[in-house]
């Protein structure tokens, strides 16, 4: 089946970029989507892109896809503390009326003053 | 504009004891609805999801069923709660937008099973 993975944890200083970095499995037309979950609460969509994009960019999140690699980046420009968080990448298909997604287990993102 | 409910918002249960969880969607209509669980180690499983009144599909086998008494309300159950239930619990919507079919989270259910 398919398989998302992320690093687990990455700490950045305020100000600075963030890159976090996703790779999954799916060879087939896929969309790929950024969730953000803040403590104690629920997923927030961020962004998607489908698999036939390279780039994606929504104000201070840019998303990077390399296609051959199957390698999915999200980059936060001027990192601030508000944006310390868990993010998730997922992975779900592009056709079928359920489409499910597939979760990486997040990565953490601690922003240091 | 569509928003997803979920409740309660916090729950602590004896072991054997039976639960329902309630997710409602307003704003919408035939939804997709998926129920996933967050254990401790933070990745997400998909529990359940229906897309339509009466049509439940499992994932993973296990002491908990779900039900969709209505289009926009999905409802989490077990009869005797385990240990291992104890998680959080979070509901999602699906709507489908040129052709891409999104997933919106619920604000999640905090189960601990003592």
């Known amino acids: 089946g398919e398989d998302v993975e992320q690093s687990l944890f990455l700490s950045v200083r305020e100000g600075d970029s963030s890159v976090i970095n996703c790779t999954y499995t799916?060879?087939?037309?896929?969309?790929l989507y950024w969730y953000k979950q803040e403590p104690g609460a629920g997923l927030q969509l961020l962004t998607y892109?489908?698999?036939?994009?390279d780039m994606k960019q929504d104000q201070r999140l840019t998303v990077l896809l390399n296609k051959k690699d199957k390698h999915l980046s999200l980059r936060i420009a001027d990192t601030q503390t508000g944006d310390s968080a868990i993010y998730f990448c997922?992975?779900?298909?592009?056709?079928?009326?359920?489409?499910?997604?597939?979760f990486g287990s997040g990565t953490q993102l601690t922003v240091l003053p | 504009s569509q928003t997803i409910h979920q409740w309660p918002a916090t729950l602590v249960q004896p072991v054997g004891s039976p639960l329902s969880l309630e997710c409602t969607v307003e704003?919408?209509?035939?939804?997709?609805l998926y129920w996933y669980r967050q254990a401790a180690g933070r990745g997400l499983q998909l529990l359940f999801y229906s897309v339509g009144i009466g049509q439940i599909s499992s994932e993973v086998p296990q002491n908990l069923s779900a039900s969709r008494p209505q289009d926009r309300q999905f409802i989490l159950s077990s009869k005797k709660l385990l240990l291992s239930d104890s998680g959080f619990y979070l509901c999602a919507w699906a709507g489908t937008s040129g052709g891409r079919e999104t997933q919106y989270f619920g604000p999640g259910t905090r189960l601990l099973v003592l």
């Open positions: 997922a992975e779900s298909p592009a056709s079928g009326s359920a489409r499910q997604l597939t």
């Open positions: 704003g919408t209509s035939n939804p997709n």
């Open positions: 892109i489908f698999s036939n994009m």
């Open positions: 799916d060879s087939s037309s896929t969309y």
